[in-house]
């Protein structure tokens, strides 16, 4: 089936510790995004990438960074530097060009707490 | 970074009650959708709207792109309890070689029995 897969579903972390979050995708989609969803919030953007190797911070990219070697991953890494990280993070993509304009669409994402 | 003001931010209803509620901006965005998301889940789309005015339906759903390009509404007729959940709004800027969204804050809705 075609989809966004997110792993782990949970993850923690100790202190001083990076941790790398999965985000694959088999939509064939130009761009990718990571989302940070704190309890009762909406969604906040923390990076973007619209092509491989190419990406841009969003919203709240500090603590945080990304890397996109294949179109069809874009793997997320919290590094020790970003001292509040609990949180849900969602993954997303979608298709660039064309004649209208395609929403994003979302992996089922990986909530993230400290030990 | 910006969100967008969304109202009602929670609501309990009653099985078959209809639902509305609507999300405002200060900003002009080009494209409206709406996405519901169930607990320890990421969101689902449920309608996207691409032209100012543009009123569009997908079962009980009825969602508007408002005439100022600045707010959009999302109705639900005859709720369920399945109808449960969190929806946001989200106001996207989208060219051909860019696509990003703002979020609204969500409105979490309960339908009693």
């Known amino acids: 089936d075609g989809g966004i897969t997110q792993s782990p579903k949970y993850l923690f972390r100790k202190e001083g510790q990076n941790v790398t979050l999965s985000c694959e995708q088999n939509?064939?989609?130009?761009?990718m995004y990571w989302y940070r969803q704190d309890p009762g919030q909406g969604l906040r953007l923390i990076y973007y990438?619209?092509?491989?190797?190419?990406?841009q911070k969003g919203d709240i990219a500090e603590g945080y960074s990304v890397s996109r070697e294949k179109k069809e991953s874009f793997p997320l890494t919290v590094t020790s530097a970003q001292k509040n990280p609990t949180a849900f993070y969602l993954c997303?993509?979608?298709?660039?060009?064309?004649?209208?304009?395609?929403?994003?669409?979302f992996g089922d994402g990986t909530r993230l707490s400290i030990l | 970074g910006q969100q967008l003001n969304q109202s009602p931010q929670s609501m309990f209803i009653q099985e078959g009650e209809d639902v509305s509620m609507n999300c405002t901006s200060s900003?002009?965005?080009?494209?409206w959708l709406w996405y519901k998301q169930d607990p320890g889940e990421g969101p689902v789309l449920l309608i996207a709207l691409y032209k100012a005015g543009e009123l569009t339906s997908n079962g009980r759903l009825t969602a508007q792109f408002g005439i100022t390009r600045k707010d959009s509404f999302l109705n639900i007729s005859a709720s369920i309890p399945s109808d449960v959940g969190i929806y946001f709004c989200a106001g996207g800027r989208f060219t051909g070689t860019a696509s990003k969204l703002t979020f609204g804050t969500g409105t979490r809705l309960q339908v009693t029995l």
């Open positions: 900003s002009i965005f080009n494209t």
């Open positions: 997303a993509s979608t298709l660039l060009g064309g004649y209208s304009n395609q929403p994003q669409h």
């Open positions: 939509l064939n989609h130009d761009a």
């Open positions: 990438s619209q092509i491989v190797n190419d990406f």
